[in-house]
Every structure is written in structure tokens, then in C-alpha cells.
Nanobody, 117 residues
Framework: QVRLVESGGGLVQPGGSLRLSCAAS????????MGWYRQAPEKQRELVAL?????????ADSVKGRFTISIDNTKNAKNTDLQMNSLKPEDTAVYYC?????????WGQGTQVTVSS
């Protein structure tokens, strides 16, 4: 079993920055990829960014050049951060951490990001 704890959401003005963190604990040795998804009101959940334990990344076109995903990969824990710069109102959504393991995928509880003046 893997437990996920997300943090870092909040309210920010357009052009501002936020950093989201997701800490995975438990049976993390099976994890091969971590990522962030988001869901805006009345929209489907969409991919934001992915990173493998080897450091390969993938970003949605809408966030390329503005968001950076990173991973802290140790034997007993894995953490991923999402640095979000130049935020836009359309980035407003609930952001979810997702962990892919060889046994099962896991979702975090979500953290609200609101970009508004």
C-alpha cells in the first residue's frame, strides 16, 4: 500500500508562482512514475506533468515552459514537486498527485489551486 500526502495549493495572483508537493510512503519500491493531473469545474481531469524514477518527464502543452516537475527518489520514500510559474487564471483547478506502481496506481486527495486577482 502507498500513502500520498499533497501540500502547497492556495490562492495566487496571475503571473505568480506556487509549488505543489506530493510525498509517497509505504510500499514505494514498486513506484516507477509520479505525476500531476488537474480538474477544473465541469471539465475532465487532465494530465499536467509526469516524471519517471529515471527522471524522464512529460508535460501538457499548456504548461510547457511554465511548470517543472521533479522527483526525490530514495529507497524508502518518493516525493514529487510541481513548480508552477507564470500562473494563469485557466490554471485554476484541483490538482491531484498520481503514482504509478507495478502493482497498483494511487491518487492523492487533491489540492486546490486558484489563480485570481
Amino acid at each position: 500500500q502507498v500513502r500520498l500526502v499533497e501540500s502547497g495549493g492556495g490562492l495566487v495572483q496571475p503571473g505568480g508562482s506556487l509549488r505543489l508537493s506530493c510525498a509517497a510512503s509505504g510500499s514505494t519500491y514498486n513506484i516507477y512514475r509520479m505525476g500531476w493531473y488537474r480538474q477544473a469545474p465541469e471539465k475532465q481531469r487532465e494530465l499536467v506533468a509526469l516524471i519517471t524514477t529515471g527522471g524522464n518527464t512529460n508535460y501538457a502543452d499548456s504548461v510547457k515552459g511554465r511548470f517543472t516537475i521533479s522527483i526525490d527518489n530514495t529507497k524508502n520514500a518518493k516525493n514529487t514537486d510541481l513548480q508552477m510559474n507564470s500562473l494563469k487564471p485557466e490554471d485554476t483547478a484541483v490538482y491531484y498527485c498520481k503514482v504509478d506502481s507495478y502493482l497498483k496506481d494511487y491518487w492523492g486527495q487533491g489540492t486546490q489551486v486558484t489563480v485570481s486577482s
